[in-house]
């Protein structure tokens, strides 16, 4: 029982062994892999990131694989841009291996390392350079200062942006040409502007100008009249309208002219209301005249008749007297 117990015991020792062992290498290579992050010198500008080892990569890593890698390297002379993946990847071989002393060939990597770096940086160096020679030519290509218009505008705008994007100002040695063209394209934007200002109050003044004198305005001058007070707003400067107030009197005169119109309308219009009689049903009859006649006969007839009776009873008197 003790002899069975002892063979399960060994052979489970046995299976379980390889799957500690490859545990504890991952572990100590994910180690390694975080020593060479903190450890590789930032200053070379030289990125692991994109390194294509793994774990296997290096389980079995020697210092001969090490040495190989380095080797494989193009001479310091030939290096190029190009190499620097390979150059990562053999820094980060060594790292990895963790024993210099071993690598025997390591100052090729280190001056592969700084030609890399050097590389990098003229590289930066050049674009930076590139940078600054288009802003530069940007500005020679600006007209001359006193040949300056605003059609220039634009390109003036694009090598003021020129510059901005090189962000080296010390090296701009044309930059104040382009200073003064920004200050020239502003001083004729304001005498554009000032331009225009005085025509809108030109306007005004010679529409207000045009005007009859006030005396021999009529209502035929009222939109002329309007069309003065228009000019007037749209210049918006009403000390610079210098005939102002000839437009304000014209503006009283119509006011006046409309008023008295009115009036005369009102009372025209209450004549001709009192001069109109009520239409109603009795005006509409037409006159009879025949009742009218025998109306008019009996009242003669009725007079005529009272007076005989009074002329025959007076002279029945008289003779009775008699």
Not at 48 to 57: C, F
Not at 131 to 152: G, H, M, R, V, W
Not at 290 to 304: A, F, L, Q, V
Request: glycine share 4%.
């Amino acid at each position: 029982m003790k002899k069975n117990f002892l063979t399960i015991f060994l052979v489970t020792t046995l299976a379980i062994q390889p799957i500690a062992w490859n545990s504890a290498s991952a572990s100590v290579s994910k180690f390694k892999f975080q020593k060479l992050n903190s450890t590789l010198d930032l200053d070379r500008k030289i990125s692991i990131e994109d390194t294509d080892l793994t774990d296997e990569s290096y389980a079995d890593l020697t210092s001969e694989k090490v040495i190989a890698v380095i080797e494989a390297l193009p001479e310091v002379d030939d290096i190029t841009l190009k190499d620097e993946k390979a150059v990562v990847k053999a820094r980060k071989l060594v790292i990895i291996f963790n024993d210099d002393s071993a690598i025997t060939n390591l100052n090729k990597l280190v001056d592969a390392e700084n030609k890399i770096a050097q590389l990098k940086e003229d590289k930066a160096n050049e674009l930076q350079k590139n940078k600054e020679l288009a802003a530069i030519k940007a500005i020679d290509n600006l007209p001359e200062i006193d040949a300056l218009t605003l059609e220039d505008e634009k390109a003036v705008i694009k090598a003021r942006k020129l510059v901005s994007i090189a962000n080296n100002d010390a090296a701009i040695t044309n930059l104040n040409k382009l200073l003064e063209a920004e200050n020239r394209i502003t001083q004729l934007k304001e005498d554009t502007t000032d331009k225009a200002q005085k025509n809108k109050e030109l306007a005004a003044i010679n529409s207000i100008e045009s005007l009859p004198e006030i005396d021999a305005l009529t209502l035929e001058d009222e939109k002329a009249v309007i069309n003065a007070r228009e000019l007037v707003s749209i210049a918006n400067n009403d000390s610079a309208i210098t005939n102002l107030n000839k437009l304000i009197a014209a503006e009283g005169k119509i006011a006046e002219l409309k008023a008295n119109k009115d009036a005369i309308r009102d009372d025209k219009d209450n004549c001709n209301d009192r001069s109109e009689k009520p239409k109603g049903p009795e005006n509409n009859r037409k006159p009879n005249n025949n009742r009218n006649n025998s109306r008019g006969e009996n009242r003669n007839n009725g007079r005529g008749g009272d007076k005989g009776h009074r002329n025959m009873g007076q002279s029945a008197n008289r003779g009775g007297r008699r």
